[in-house]
């Protein structure tokens, strides 16, 4: 291929009708066809990156090997296609409107009026060809948030249709993503919503080249060739999207329904060969066909919004596969646990994973958990602040330093186990300034760290300013706490871990960032093995 191919997906109607699932399951048919495919997702926020977002605002934020915080459907493209993304890989408004006016500020624009036309929309532009340009990919597939229609989405919709024209024929394509209601009291599918979004999207003078319909219900032949038709779509173009029991699933029904296949038809790409999909289809078979089922116990303090914990969701669901074990995650709310709801709590459960997350609030509870599961025995699983938690929780219980804690939650504590970096201690702005990205990490033999990752180097994506406090090192692990992995440029302290339990551990990172369906996770795939053992010698016993 001489040129990179586009493909921009929009959304009308309502929000959340799963653009983010779609696109990723065109790249992995396009994929597995043999095309280098890469997808990208532009925020309509102001936010520069979703950093700041509190976890309700806009679920989990992702981070990349490259350090960057973005949007969580970039977890699902890696998910999907098994290829890291990175800071390209996402753009808001805010870092767009940012790089316009610093670009103003240091007087490119020769003096000229800084407008949205041509201004924003030309950087807009820049960015969405920006990874097609590097020559990495055949095909790159670009997410708009929203729906159309948004104020904030304008910007985006109008540098898609200039795009579309500069392009030229046959080398860009828009997917436009529908909703298709069912009304009961009709006993009907309504196709006039997905009609008045079409109509919106063309008043923003771009014609919808495929209809992606999201249903609950079959769409009949009328219906399609009555959307075809009032849509301006060939009615092969018209593609149902229903529902489906995972979203690994639509993978298969985007291939069933032809999306690539019409996709490649406009971009006038050959179909090459039939989709490889023979190790996505055991993963699904496994998924579907569990052989035993464990209760884990999501211990957390945004456990509201199931977004919120994506990453480690759709984890636990890849090493269920791995396992063949169904995982059911009860989310529990660390706010409201403590010493004496406990057990209450935990009844039931068969492993225990504390969560991430900042500030203060539902820490005792966090800690609580983390005593209960030591002393009792159950597999445990801290990340980033569990892991901190464990530390503290250690630190109180074991070597007697009763207020020990973290500086995050107590500057005064006598006991700081966990502190501030001191590279942190100036920092003013919170935005993008924590310790992100793939940082190395050396694992001691002998553990069970490099008994589940069986290597003594691992890269692995970080996101916190907190960290292990070294002076409390030597005390810790005097009393039993195993130090098992450190970074080796700082020296801090990656992985902990006890020995004679049937499986306690705690990372300072976040594992879940790199988990998808054809590499799960090897702590998490390690985590529901010995809780499955555990579960089954404790039948037996």
């Not at 805010?94 to 949205?116: A, D, H, N, P, W």
């Not at 029904?253 to 999909?277: H, Q, R, T």
């Not at 006991?415 to 001691?444: F, H």
């Not at 039993?480 to 871990?497: F, R, W, Y």
Request: hydrophobic residues 35%; charged residues 25%; aromatic residues 8%.
């Amino acid at each position: 291929m001489n040129q990179t191919k586009y493909i921009f997906v929009t959304g009308g109607v309502t929000s959340s009708l799963g653009k983010g699932i779609i696109a990723a399951s065109l790249a992995k048919l396009l994929q597995a066809r043999g095309y280098r495919t890469t997808i990208q997702k532009f925020d309509p926020y102001i936010n520069v990156d979703p950093g700041t977002l509190n976890p309700y605002e806009h679920g989990e934020c992702f981070v990349t090997d490259d350090g960057a915080e973005t949007d969580l459907d970039l977890g699902h493209y890696e998910r999907f296609l098994n290829v890291p993304t990175s800071q390209a890989n996402n753009v808001t408004t805010g870092r767009v409107y940012l790089s316009v006016i610093e670009k103003e500020r240091r007087g490119e624009f020769l003096g000229k009026t800084v407008q949205v036309v041509p201004h924003i929309t030309n950087e807009i532009k820049e960015r969405m060809q920006l990874l097609g340009k590097t020559g990495d990919y055949d095909i790159v597939i670009t997410e708009i948030g929203g729906t159309v229609g948004d104020i904030e989405s304008l910007p985006y919709i109008e540098s898609v249709r200039q795009l579309v024209w500069e392009l030229g024929e046959n080398n860009s394509i828009v997917i436009h993503l529908t909703l298709v209601p069912y009304l009961a009291a009709a006993g009907e599918l309504k196709t006039k919503p997905t009609q008045h979004s079409v109509k919106t999207l063309m008043e923003s003078g771009i014609k919808a080249d495929i209809l992606v319909c999201r249903t609950e219900h079959e769409l009949s032949d009328d219906l399609r060739q009555k959307l075809a038709l009032f849509c301006n779509v060939k009615r092969e173009a018209v593609i149902q999207s229903i529902d489906a029991s995972t979203i690994y699933e639509v993978p298969s029904l985007m291939l069933k329904e032809g999306l690539d296949v019409v996709a490649l038809k406009k971009l006038a790409l050959s179909e090459k060969s039939i989709p490889d999909l023979a190790q996505w289809n055991e993963f699904l078979h496994r998924l579907k066909n569990p052989k035993q089922t464990i209760n884990v116990g999501l211990v957390g303090k945004y456990v509201e919004l199931q977004d919120s914990y994506k990453s480690i969701l759709e984890a636990f669901i890849h090493a269920g596969a791995a396992n063949e074990v169904k995982v059911n995650v009860i989310s529990i709310h660390s706010e409201f646990t403590n010493s004496e709801n406990i057990a209450e709590k935990l009844k039931g459960i068969d492993g225990i994973l504390v969560a991430p997350g900042f500030g203060e609030r539902g820490i005792e509870g966090k800690i609580e958990t983390v005593r209960y599961a030591r002393e009792n025995g159950i597999p445990f699983f801290g990340i980033c602040l569990g892991m901190q938690m464990a530390v503290i929780e250690y630190a109180r219980n074991v070597l007697g330093y009763a207020d020990a804690n973290s500086t995050e939650m107590n500057l005064q504590t006598p006991y700081p186990v966990i502190s501030l970096m001191d590279e942190q201690k100036n920092i003013v702005d919170k935005g993008g300034t924590m310790r992100l990205g793939a940082w190395k990490c050396n694992i001691e033999e002998n553990s069970l760290a490099y008994e589940i990752y069986n290597k003594n180097v691992i890269s692995e994506r970080h996101r916190h300013r907190y960290e292990f406090n070294n002076e409390y090192r030597q005390s810790l692990e005097n009393a039993g706490l195993k130090c098992s992995g450190t970074n080796p440029d700082t020296g801090l302290v990656e992985i902990i871990e006890l020995e004679n339990h049937p499986f306690f551990i705690g990372v300072q990172y976040h594992p879940e960032y790199k988990s998808t369906v054809a590499n799960p996770h090897p702590i998490f795939v390690s985590f529901v093995a010995a809780i499955k053992k555990h579960k089954n010698n404790m039948i037996t016993a």
